[in-house]
């Protein structure tokens, strides 16, 4: 049987393109310290595991600690870049090879990479939430009548190379039969990772404390912080920046009459936590504000707590809240420092 050169070669090529299409060739290979061999592609890389479409078994979470080298040649979104990066190899030490349209070649530690996507649908599947609700109470009644309540509400939300932070406490104290005091503290900050572990901060807080004289306190601040590292078993980060505020103050003896005042500080924060044996989960959170204008004007700020789980999302939760005022409005002592136990949800 005769054909034409052209339509001959037109047919060859048909006939490739439907062999590719039946009989799909995975690029990508991973190699498990078993020795076993998966063929297939890269899906994404996220705190502990790597998503791996294979070719045999469909999608599989794998943990990092069990692959020995990884071969892919998709384009990654890498957090903290804009650009595309390409995969170009682990090496025996842990150390992953990429080379990244902006920013160069880059190597970062395996473990240390948090989020890389597919650069096609990062957008759309880059997206986290988490947060939690706790609250505790204390009445007691007889001799001495007094009840101090307190509600700790935190969402995250992250998208891409952006984290947003929603925190709101609460506070209510009275006394003998006193007049209840409240605490009301909404705070919203922002995060931008420009690069895999260092971000841009900015924050607004607004505070009325009533137990401290605080008749309207706004504080906007901004400044770097540093990921050290993020996963589910534990996490460290700094802050460090300028901060605003701007307050008015109760007269001790008189609530009609306010002083209002501004000044500058410099923040330092630190926020930890660690997953103990027994899935108990400790975490601290400090934080310094140093005035500018007075060096003996300053606060000193921490939170730390524990929290053991009772049932899915259920916890119980002891915390040790410390605050200490250098310079307290008159009538105000410098250092307040409160123990709790309540129930917390945790999502």
Known sequence: MRCRIRHCSTAVVAALISLAFAYPVSAGELLLDNSDRIEGEL????????????????????????????????????RGHDGVCYWAGLDSSRLVRLECEEGGNLKLGFLEIKEALLFEGYRQSSFGHSGHIKATGYLESGQVEKQDWNIDFALNLRHRDFRHGLTYKYRAESFDDGPLSQRNEPRYQFDWFFAPKTYLTSSVTLLRDELRLVDKRVSFGAGVGYQFWENRRSALAIESGPQYLNEVVVDANDSKIKYPDEYSSWRMAFDGRVLLPKDLNAYSKLEWLQGVRQQNDWNFNSESGMAMPIAKGLSADLKLIYNYDNLPPEGVVKQDSRLTVGLGYQW
């Open 43 to 78: 899906q994404a890389i996220r705190a502990t595991v790597v998503v791996w479409k294979s070719r045999n078994f469909g999608t599989l979470e794998i943990k990092k600690n069990s692959i020995v080298d990884l071969v892919s040649s998709v384009p990654l979104k890498l």
